[in-house]
């Protein structure tokens, strides 16, 4: 009995996480209330209370699971292409590009994230949250570039904190431009 109840739980909180990212991507995070929430997941505004402290809690888990995504697909390309770093930098960056217009939940989690998010009042923490994720990021972009350079992939001098930054902002600002504007380029298509 127990466990039914605990997957019945997990089922509300994976209902109320997806009609929050519907939600979101549609009329922005600052319009859209944990009463709104509630009406589209079909729960009280009590069950989200019940899984979350408040908005920024729940759109935090939603970037949370994001990255654990990502962590898992390192791991897979990681043992596809051993010893070959730059290889796998590669697969991860055209798999965020493929997965931004292919997958509709990511799309909508990157749309949320570049253009229906204010990092004002209530959001302030989460724009805390994102600020650490992205020195992560610079951090784990820069490991893969000392494995390249220990791989002979790329050159000794190479200034690894600066690559870091650019190819984060690359990274970025293609996405954001092609969310903006989805029709003036092929973003998968053109990412190889």
Known sequence: MARN???????????????AIERFSEVGVSKTS?????????????????HFKN?????????????????????????????????????????????????PRRRALM????????????????QMMQQNLYLECYEKIEDVLKQCIRAKQLPDNLDTPRAAIII???ISGI???WLFMPESFNLAGDAP
């Open 5 to 19: 109840t605990k997957q019945q739980a997990q089922e509300t909180r994976n209902h109320i996480i997806n009609a």
């Open 34 to 50: 944990l009463a709104d929430i509630a009406a589209a997941a079909g729960v009280t505004r009590g069950a989200i209370y019940w």
């Open 55 to 103: 908005k920024t809690d729940l759109l935090n888990e939603i970037w949370a699971q994001s990255d654990s995504v990502m962590a898992d697909l390192e791991i897979e390309y990681q043992s596809k292409y051993p010893a070959d770093p730059l290889s796998v930098m590669r697969a991860m960056i055209l798999y965020v590009f493929d997965a931004t217009t292919s997958d």
């Open 111 to 126: 749309e949320i994230i570049y253009h229906k998010c204010e990092f004002v009042g209530e959001m302030a923490t989460l």
């Open 168 to 170: 984060r902002g690359y």
């Open 175 to 177: 996405i954001e431009n």
